[in-house]
């Protein structure tokens, strides 16, 4: 690359819309070097053909951190050895904040990197009446001041030539005098490592111990002029904080004119006076939720069909008109078998995933994270705690790493603790599978779907048990740490469609991909397995029913179907299912269902694709097409009874609901927390909260 560039902001400023208009598709996510955070990277082209590598750093309100990912951005910007140190600095500004943004721009310019401020969101500042002279702020400032709308695509080709161009480094450097708060300490650090620049030395003192490119022995002796000189941190960033406001003012002064302030945050503050309600907030918001479960069966149920439809035909035909043989059944009734069972939930989990975008992109999610705070106090909790237990929804995996934003160490691991009994899309298959077996589909006053109503309780039940949880976990687990919450809402804004359809693709593409991955491999395994039995069984089942089959008086296809049933119970996977069944027996299951519990240790969805294979091993019956017809028509063979009565049903979705079913999760939560005991508890009491809740369902609904 010509250029390294890094995008420094406040969240909320649009840094990320930024990075994806500046680089396109032209993206990878890693690591940091030696840390867990996400490092954001990609390509931009510029002007006069140089290219530049874009890095996007972590949202922070300043260089002082308060979480891992807010220590990366000093960690990067101080160290000129580490692999994202940038050659430039876009400073991504809101335009219509400028004087809170200006804090971090001060203290990065303190640095001496050449840099460019960004004035974004200047359409949104202008709609409020706020004017930026920026002609004379980039002339006080000393840096090109560039003003942008990533979200519309305005000035960005400007702002692309001024990276191309740029060499300056801010004429404002140690304009604010930080010297007084600590001469002794800092000129013995500046010469301890060899540095003349005052500001660069002052957070050296401030959080050496986060910065990894100091060894143990520089460590040591950074904490001893720390201590001989009695630096107190505290004190000193809030002088520096006041000290830095003070100047900013006199910048700022006759560079900003508002001409809007009384009616600047009027719609806003309507639209969060009723939103953000104590009790009108939670009706919108379970309103909201009612409408986007509702979607999801509405909308889906024809394109459902037509995936349907196109498996059956596939798989119909291929028996039609391939060789008979075990390739063929192997690719039918195990890869095409697990692949219908993939690819007739994308259309629910892409309207899913199309209202989560919709919820972040007009601000309306971060205003359910202010509202949850009051919930989220009164059993040990933050509202921090909802960002990871909302994206939950989506995966529990980068939602539990999400909770690194978390100070406090009870709260991030409750919050740890509690985000996987948040129902994710792994566990909409499932419950969108057994709604519509056991949930007859019908509309109340022609409006709401029964069907949408129990997937919206479901989900209901989930948060509500996380809840629980988490409030017997604030008495468990001991802590003296105090927790806070401070959060800015962000404007209202209309969804960027184009987003939502790209979140849309994605997320259905990284279904397929990679629950799809494991399902497939779970397929022909099982197909394998339900298609061979120990010794002689299977030939003895043929010659049991060898004269039958040849009687033309009798029904071959129901004798067929007989002889597959009775092959499938003694096969390896049979046997496996007859074994655990007493265990699971009490819960309304059979040895089936009980196959589908253990696939889905890999991954919940699995259980889809598990009934797929395992019921089109078994025949299914002469008019049975689809997954849900096949398991819809299932009988016990002991009791006579449908295997998925209301009860059965009920019991599984809350088994489902509340087991810690994937190893992904379990690895993460290992990871995150450095040892095994808490993955261990973890399992432990899920495993036991869901046979528990299960049990008594189906003892009390049977």
Same mark, same amino acid.
């Given at each position: ?70 220590? $990366? ?336 160490? =009870? ?62 976990? =604030?008495?468990? $687990? ?225």
């Amino acid at each position: 690359m010509d250029i390294k560039v890094a995008l420094v902001g406040n969240p909320n400023t649009g840094k990320s819309t930024l990075f994806n208009r500046l680089t396109g598709l032209n993206q990878k996510i890693g690591n940091f070097p030696g840390i867990t955070v996400d490092k954001k990277t990609g390509v931009a082209k510029l002007s006069g053909d140089k290219e530049a590598e874009i890095i996007d750093l972590p949202g922070t309100y300043s260089l002082y951190p308060k979480s891992n990912d807010e220590s $990366i951005v000093f960690q990067v910007l101080a160290d000129k050895g580490n692999s994202s140190h940038p050659d430039v600095i876009v400073l991504v500004t809101d335009a219509s904040n400028l004087k809170r943004n200006m804090l971090l721009y001060s203290q990065v310019a303190d640095l001496g990197i050449p840099m460019i401020l960004a004035l974004n969101m200047v359409d949104l500042s202008t709609k409020q009446g706020i004017e930026i002279n920026t002609d004379k702020l980039a002339g006080k400032l000393g840096v090109q001041v560039v003003n942008i709308s990533a979200r519309n695509n305005i000035g960005l080709d400007k702002l692309k030539e001024a990276i191309a161009n740029t060499t300056k480094i801010a004429t404002q450097i140690n304009e604010v005098d930080l010297h007084f708060l600590a001469p002794e300490a800092i000129n013995a650090i500046k010469e301890r490592i060899n540095t003349d620049n005052n500001y660069y030395a002052l957070q050296v003192l401030h959080q050496h111990e986060h910065l990894t490119f100091f060894d143990e022995k520089d460590q040591l002796e950074i904490e001893e002029i720390e201590q001989s000189h009695h630096f107190e941190s505290s004190k000193a960033q809030a002088a520096e904080t006041i000290a830095r406001y003070k100047h900013l003012g006199t910048i700022l002064s006759d560079v900003v004119i508002d001409k809007g302030t009384a009616k600047k945050f009027s719609f806003s503050d309507k639209l969060d006076a009723v939103l953000t309600h104590k009790v009108w907030g939670f009706a919108i918001f379970l309103l909201i939720l009612f409408i986007i479960f509702n979607a999801i069966f509405a909308w889906s149920s024809y394109p459902m069909a037509w995936i349907e439809t196109g498996f059956g035909w596939i798989t119909s035909s291929g028996h039609e008109y391939l060789p008979a043989g075990m390739l063929t059944d192997l690719l039918l009734d195990g890869v095409v078998a697990g692949l219908g069972g993939i690819f007739v939930f994308i259309p629910q989990i892409a309207i899913l995933f199309a209202f989560i975008s919709i919820l972040e992109d007009t601000g309306y999610m971060a205003r359910v994270t202010f509202m949850m705070d009051k919930i989220m106090s009164k059993v040990g909790l933050n509202g921090k705690s909802v960002v990871p237990m909302i994206g939950g929804l989506a995966c529990a995996v980068p939602s539990i790493m999400a909770a690194r934003n978390i100070e406090n160490w =009870k709260d991030r691991m409750i919050t740890i603790m509690v985000t996987p009994l948040i129902s994710c899309s792994a566990r909409l298959p499932v419950y969108i599978l057994l709604i519509s077996i056991i949930i007859p589909s019908r509309n109340i006053m022609g409006i709401v779907n029964i069907q949408g109503l129990a997937l919206m309780v479901m989900y209901l039940v989930s948060f509500v048990a996380a809840v629980l949880v988490a409030w017997v976990m =604030k008495v468990v $687990i001991k802590s003296k740490e105090k927790s806070y919450f401070i959060m800015e809402l962000p404007v209202y804004r209309m969804p960027r469609w184009k987003n939502v359809f790209y979140t849309m693709y994605e997320k259905s593409k990284t279904f397929v991909f990679e629950a799809g991955k494991v399902i497939i491999a779970i397929s022909i395994i099982l197909w394998v397995m339900a298609s061979f039995g120990p010794g002689n069984r299977f030939e003895n089942i043929d010659k049991k029913y060898e004269s039958a089959l040849t009687d033309t008086t009798k029904n071959t296809d129901h004798i067929k179907t007989l002889v597959a049933t009775e092959k499938l119970e003694n096969s390896y996977v049979g046997i496996l299912g007859h074994f655990i069944e007493p265990a699971i027996r009490p819960l309304g299951y059979d040895w089936k269902i009980g196959i589908g519990l253990i696939t889905s240790f890999a991954a919940r969805e699995a259980f889809v694709g598990t009934m797929a294979t395992i019921y089109s091993v078994d025949g299914g019956g002469e008019d049975s097409t689809t997954i849900r017809e096949r398991m819809a028509a299932s009988v016990n063979s002991k009791t006579g009874l449908p295997v998925y009565s209301f009860a059965a049903g009920i019991s599984l979705m809350l088994f489902y609901a509340f087991a810690m079913q994937c190893m992904s999760t379990v690895a993460i939560v290992y990871r995150e927390t450095k040892g095994w005991k808490w993955p261990v508890i973890q399992l432990a009491y899920m495993t036991t909260m869901a046979y528990l809740a299960a049990l008594v369902a189906y003892q009390l609904l049977k």
